[in-house]
């Protein structure tokens, strides 16, 4: 049974960081690419970052570019996202997902967990 389960999430202070964590079982990690989204109340779920199962290709969306840093162990099968800089706008629940290599779509999402950011 795959499972993708969240962690980390909290209420904060505007300025102020987070680490997410995003504990993976029931699927062979390195087959894999890995992704966080997040969506915030009336809001689309949008894309935030993805990371290859190796590491070595990321991408972010350009309203959290050098803010956050999306890294993955693959000896932990754990994937996290550290958010620095965190602004009242970051506020939503974060999830993690899973896609196949090669494939375009993610199908495989943790529950969330909620991130609040206070001015």
């Known amino acids: 049974q795959v499972q993708l389960v969240e962690s980390g999430g909290g209420l904060v202070q505007a300025g102020g960081s987070l680490r997410l964590s995003c504990a993976v079982s029931?699927?062979?990690?390195?087959?894999?690419?890995m992704g966080w989204f997040r969506q915030a109340p009336g809001k689309e779920r949008e894309f935030v970052a993805a990371?290859?199962?190796?590491?070595?290709?990321?991408n972010y969306a350009d309203s959290v570019k050098g803010r956050f840093t999306i890294s993955i162990d693959n000896a932990k099968n754990t994937m996290y996202l550290q958010l620095n800089s965190l602004k009242p706008g970051d506020t939503a629940v974060y999830s993690c997902?899973?896609?196949?290599?090669?494939?375009?779509?993610?199908?495989?999402w943790g529950q969330g967990t909620q991130v609040t950011v206070s001015s």
């Open positions: 990371i290859s199962w190796s590491g070595a290709t990321t």
């Open positions: 997902a899973s896609r196949l290599r090669g494939t375009r779509e993610y199908d495989r």
């Open positions: 029931g699927l062979t990690f390195s087959m894999y690419d």
